[in-house]
């Protein structure tokens, strides 16, 4: 009573049984379709893979000036981990309900890797927990082959050819014998310009990793 749960997004004390927002919230998400996905930046970024386009998804349209921003700020910048994962875990929750067949096809989840640095700072790597949180739900495992092998600065605020220059050679791939004939799937938050989803791919291409298909879940995108 005296130190309720509110609701990041729109600040409202939560209710039992409400995990990552409010039931009006979530309601009121601006949820993405396949359509559109076709028409953006992600699949611009998958368009470079070496492997066919595999199982992609997007929660909600992005809006950094709108209250839903707030829910990938808090679990990124406000030491929430917890939120990040509650996050994957509503998300997958509505995937099976709407997707379940295709998403069933996805082997492994690998989520964009954060330079040892970034984490020691933070403390945790965002995209780590989403994938945790869609691991929770759907069983599907997590691998650590995609490995942030040298510090970037900030994406925020840059422009698209800025930011392709910020991260470029940043990415690895380990062990890329181990993604033969896999059905892999990225995680990310945010995509923006797709600069760091490329990046992972270009990491995949160097490496000859081999996968069946290679596709992408993230929470939010322009």
């Not at 990938?72 to 910048?77: E, G, I, L, P, W």
Request: overall charge neutral; some cysteine.
């Amino acid at each position: 009573m005296l130190m309720p749960r509110l609701c990041p997004a729109c600040g409202h004390a939560m209710l039992e049984g409400e995990e990552a927002m409010c039931s009006a919230c979530r309601i009121a998400l601006p949820r993405l379709g396949p359509a559109d996905i076709v028409a953006g930046t992600l699949a611009d970024a998958l368009s470079n893979a070496p492997a066919p386009p595999g199982f992609t998804a997007i929660w909600f349209r992005y809006d950094p000036t709108g209250p839903f921003a707030r829910l990938v700020r808090d679990a990124k910048y406000a030491d929430r981990p917890a939120l990040a994962r509650k996050l994957g875990r509503e998300f997958a929750r509505e995937l099976i309900s709407d997707r379940g067949d295709t998403l069933a096809a996805v082997d492994l989840l690998l989520p964009v890797p954060m330079h040892w640095q970034k984490q020691l700072r933070r403390g945790y790597n965002q995209s780590v927990e989403i994938a945790a949180g869609i691991a929770d739900v759907t069983g599907i495992p997590i691998g650590d082959n995609l490995v942030a092998v040298a510090p970037h600065a900030t994406q925020t605020h840059r422009s698209r050819r800025a930011r392709l220059s910020n991260v470029r050679g940043t990415i690895a791939c380990e062990a890329p014998h181990e993604l033969h004939d896999l059905d892999i799937c990225l995680v990310d938050d945010i995509v923006t310009t797709g600069a760091t989803i490329g990046e992972c791919i270009m990491a995949l291409r160097r490496a000859t990793a081999q996968p069946a298909s290679i596709g992408a879940i993230t929470l939010g995108a322009p």
